[in-house]
């Protein structure tokens, strides 16, 4: 199956210069939300958005439940991605989930990514003794079960609580919408695959240089995690952005583009 199509990988500023950047999407998204980010740096670099299987327009006849059960299937994607459309050295800039998978990509292939963006990062959503991660188990359950039990509601509930922005409802709308057109069925193992899943112990295996972006005020990922990752994630450095949500590269697109400039021109000097 052509990666192209599984992916729906759209690339842009293909003459730009000699290094890529490839921007992987969160939880119930895809790649439009990186529209306005991906813009500002196609005059500079080469840059790859695409969609995780089951979400946006991929294909999603190339959903594997099993491959998918894991972020690890998603993180083999994103390599392939990489070998196949990458020109140059490689910066990966991710949000939420699409952070963790590129974290798990630079560790199975350190040698193809010069260094990372996470943007809201999380390598675990429950509070685990004197980890803060958020949540409770029994509150995840809570949630998930609404999930499966009537999805729409589920989405109309949590994007508004992730996007964040109260000043600007209309995001936390979008965010819902965007939510919604994911095929339920799908969206629950992938929900599964984020909020169940335990990536700490991996934070020490991956050295590639990292920059941890996180809101000041973030319901889904507290100022702990950050505080958390920059203890244990090697060459990491932590910017916190003043930003009420999850959700800072859609509500605070100008503060998170210098950010990601800033520490890209470092990184490919």
């Known amino acids: 199956m052509s990666i192209q199509i599984r992916n729906n990988v759209h690339i842009a500023g293909a003459g730009a210069g000699p290094a890529t950047v ?97 943007v809201g990062p999380s390598p675990s959503f429950i509070n685990d003794g004197d980890y803060t991660g958020g949540f409770t188990r029994d509150e995840l359950d809570e949630l998930l079960s609404l999930m499966d039990s009537n ?62 972006l996180q809101s000041s005020d973030d319901l889904i990922a507290p100022r702990a995690v950050g505080d958390y990752m920059l203890r244990h994630l090697p060459n990491a450095t932590l910017e916190i952005v003043d930003n009420v949500g999850h959700c800072p590269h859609v509500s605070a697109p100008s503060t998170i583009g210098q950010a990601i400039g800033g520490f890209t021109n470092r990184m490919l000097a």
Not at 31 to 58: C, K, N, P
Not at 151 to 158: E, I, M, Q, R
Not at 184 to 206: E, G, M, N, V
Request: hydrophobic residues 45%; negative net charge.
């Open 22 to 118: 490839i921007f992987t999407h969160g939880f119930g998204c895809d790649q439009t939300m990186w529209h306005s980010l991906a813009q500002v740096f196609a005059s500079r670099y080469r840059i790859i958005t695409y969609d995780l299987v089951g979400s946006g327009e991929s294909d999603r006849l190339a959903y594997d439940r099993s491959k998918y059960a894991s972020l690890h299937g998603y993180a083999q994607d994103l390599i392939e991605i990489a070998d196949v459309y990458a020109d140059g050295p490689v910066v990966l800039v991710g949000h939420s989930v699409g952070a963790m998978i590129g974290l798990l990509a630079t560790i199975d292939a350190p040698g193809r990514f010069a260094a990372q963006v996470m």
């Open 151 to 212: 999805f729409v509601d589920w989405a109309n509930y949590l994007a508004p609580a992730i996007m964040g922005a109260p000043d600007r409802p209309e995001l936390g709308r979008e965010l819902a919408r965007s939510f919604r057109n994911n095929d339920p069925a799908i969206a629950r193992q992938f929900a599964r695959a984020t909020f169940y899943a335990d990536h700490r112990a991996d934070l020490p295996k991956s050295t590639v240089p990292a920059l941890i």
